[in-house]
């Protein structure tokens, strides 16, 4: 809950960034109880984001940590979520870049009705996305059941949790490539052409270049959002068992203590991800 | 050679028609108009960003009309040059000659060569970001000229310069075509660029290109008015030199011989366009003994009040100047249209232009 709060901070910073010009003109200047009442309000909010972090982090102590560090099951749960989460972030990434670049380079009928349906999976409940995939995908549906006859069968599977990961988050990718490719203005493209790049070239030596930094971006934002995924994953692959799924598990057989521990843990994964998004965004 | 055959271009409202234009081999060629004309989109469809609704474009006897950019063998270089950000200026040059799988030696060879005439030697390792105007335009026509295209296209390459650097680049313009014979179309709303860098001028109003000629037949037969309409500011006036004498020529208009100077010495007889800018004309009610050497009796046209200046459109048989004064001494004259009053300018303020 705390990370998805930070990702959404991010992705208002990363709109602002793309508007002209600065504040100038300061409302607060000379206005004390107008300030006075803003960053009263404001501090409300910035607590109540904290303070749970902070209740968090003392809950616990070294021992627990140290003892879930420790335990197997735990280890193991981790590091699956993130090999699930590297897995679910690069696949999307690489089928959102093309459908980005059409975005960003063509205005067609029904264009903004398409891109609203593909932001669809960051609104609707994550349990409802899970039971829409474990009907599409079961090895019984069509296409599961093509899937599971070619190795990829999604129940209690890895790729059950890829796809799971994959559905919730793959509108980041989508959305950060195509504000990069947005970014790239069409004349550097038009240059090359002239002098005698065919679009796919163009695409690879001009496009793709200037907008790799969006696009890595959009990667990690797919990352962190597949790493803190629970409902769907625990609709459609409960087993093997992902980090998120094992702090729920824990908290309702062995305690909130031992849960908490884990939480750190799973916390420290998601701050490192946001300290490389904001390390790529001090460098721009 | 380009042949341009009855196109036609359509953009929202705006229509582009061109019945029939030819650029020969060679050629430098400056499409002149008021911003919103449609030169660029005109521009555009010749590289093959654009698709016509009808018509033809022709390069050395090839229909490209439907070709891609790709396949054109024209280089465009956009009003911003736009240079590759991630590359320095020596990938931004080579890029052309990459793409044709030339090896590297022959590249390297063919990219220091365009550097050293560019006089971009120095400038190879940098990247776009820290180059002047000046130096990116340069870089821009470096990567436009190396891969031998069959015409380059330029948009406004002028106007994003401050005016010292605008005339060097004009003058280094000028000495690159002189030297390297490359076919150009130049796109610009200064009749000054095209006059100093143009072999011919096309005049594109509306979408639609009224008159194609020599400078000097541009500028001396305004087919309409329209086309007058672009003289506008400064006053560009046509004539013949009769004599050169102390570094003053003496250029024939209509029946009036007026003293102008020069920077290129002009040949005696031949034909040429002199600048006068409306803010060097003195008006006055009666004839003045003065310095200036040129003196002319004239009728007011046209009055128009432009800010805190006065604009007085003279006519001097077919011959038209526009003044510009102040609006006191606008007051003090009294002047009416229809009114005769003495146009007086200085030699110096009259000068003729260069050209090709």
């Known amino acids: ?34 300030l006075l009442l803003f960053s009263g309000l404001s501090s409300i909010i910035i607590l109540f984001l904290l303070i749970p972090i902070i209740f968090l982090l003392t809950t616990s102590d070294i021992e627990a940590i140290s003892q879930t560090i420790n335990n197997k099951e735990a280890l193991n749960s981790i590091f699956l979520s993130i090999e699930a989460g590297i897995l679910a972030a690069s696949i999307s990434t690489f089928f959102s870049i093309p459908l980005a670049y059409i975005f960003s380079r063509s205005n067609f009928k029904g264009r903004s009705f398409i891109e609203s349906l593909l932001d669809l999976p960051l609104v609707m409940p994550h349990t409802v996305a899970g039971i829409a995939i474990l009907l599409t995908f079961n090895s019984r549906a069509p296409i599961g059941a093509f899937l599971s006859s070619i190795g990829f069968r999604i129940e209690d599977s890895l790729w059950g949790i890829v796809l799971a990961m994959m559905y919730v988050s793959a509108p980041f990718s989508i959305n950060f490539s195509e504000q990069g490719f947005k970014n790239v203005d069409v004349s550097l493209e038009k240059v090359a052409r002239s002098l005698g790049a065919g679009p796919f070239k163009t695409f690879i030596t001009v496009s793709l270049p200037l907008a790799v930094r969006s696009i890595i971006i959009g990667w990690l934002m797919s990352l ?41 843990l799973l916390l420290a994964v998601s701050f490192i991800i946001l300290a490389i998004l904001r390390l790529l965004e001090w460098r721009k | 050679m380009i042949e341009i055959d009855n196109l036609m271009v359509k953009v929202g409202d705006l229509k582009i028609e061109v019945d029939k234009m030819i650029i020969n081999n060679g050629e430098y060629a400056v499409l002149m108009g008021p911003s919103g004309a449609g030169k660029t989109i005109f521009l555009e469809t010749i590289a093959g960003f654009r698709t016509p609704i009808k018509g ?56 220091l060569e365009i550097a050293e005439i560019m006089e971009i030697k120095n400038l190879l390792n940098r990247y776009p970001i820290t180059l002047s105007g000046g130096e990116k335009q340069r870089v821009a026509l470096a990567r436009a000229l190396i891969i031998d295209p069959e015409a380059i296209l330029l948009d406004e390459p002028l106007s994003n310069l401050d005016t010292k650097t605008k005339n060097q680049i004009k003058d280094f313009i000028a000495y690159l075509h002189k030297k390297l014979k490359f076919t150009a179309i130049h796109v610009t709303h200064d009749p000054l660029e095209a006059i100093e860098l143009g072999n011919k001028i096309a005049i594109m109003i509306k979408g639609k290109v009224l008159q194609v000629g020599s400078p000097i037949e541009v500028f001396t037969n305004p087919k309409n008015l329209e086309v007058a309409w672009l003289h506008g500011k400064p006053n560009i006036i046509a004539g013949e030199v009769i004599e050169i004498k102390e570094g003053i020529a003496i250029i024939k208009i209509e029946d009036l011989n007026l003293a102008a100077i020069y920077d290129k010495k002009p040949i005696l007889g031949s034909k040429v366009l002199a600048i006068l800018r409306p803010e060097d004309i003195i008006i006055s009610e009666i004839f003045l003994k003065t310095s200036a050497r040129n003196i002319i009796k004239c009728v007011i046209k046209e009055i128009n009040e432009k800010g805190g200046l006065v604009s007085i459109k003279l006519g ?41």
């Open chain 2, 316 to 356: 001097y048989n077919a011959l038209e100047l526009e003044a510009l004064i102040t609006r006191g001494s606008y007051e003090d004259l009294k002047l009416l249209p229809g009114k005769e009053v003495y146009a007086s300018f200085k030699a110096s303020a009259l000068k003729i232009l260069t050209m090709k």
């Open chain 1, 224 to 264: 962190a959002r597949a790493i803190s995924e629970v409902g769907a994953i625990m609709i459609v692959s409960y087993h093997p068992i992902v980090g998120s799924v094992l702090v729920y598990e824990w908290f309702t057989i062995k305690g909130l203590k031992l849960a908490a521990s884990l939480s750190i």
């Open chain 1, 1 to 34: 809950m705390v990370k998805r709060s930070l990702i959404k901070i991010f992705i208002k910073n990363e709109k602002e960034n793309t508007l002209e010009g600065e504040i100038i003109f300061s409302p607060f200047k000379k206005a004390k109880k107008f």
């Open chain 2, 56 to 111: 033809e474009i022709k390069i050395n006897g090839k229909n490209v009309t439907n070709l891609p950019p790709d396949k054109r063998n024209i280089s465009y270089v956009p009003q911003d040059y736009a240079l590759w950000p991630h590359m320095n200026v020596y990938d931004n040059i080579a890029y052309g000659l990459k793409l044709k799988k030339i090896d590297k030696e022959k590249i390297h060879k063919k990219v």
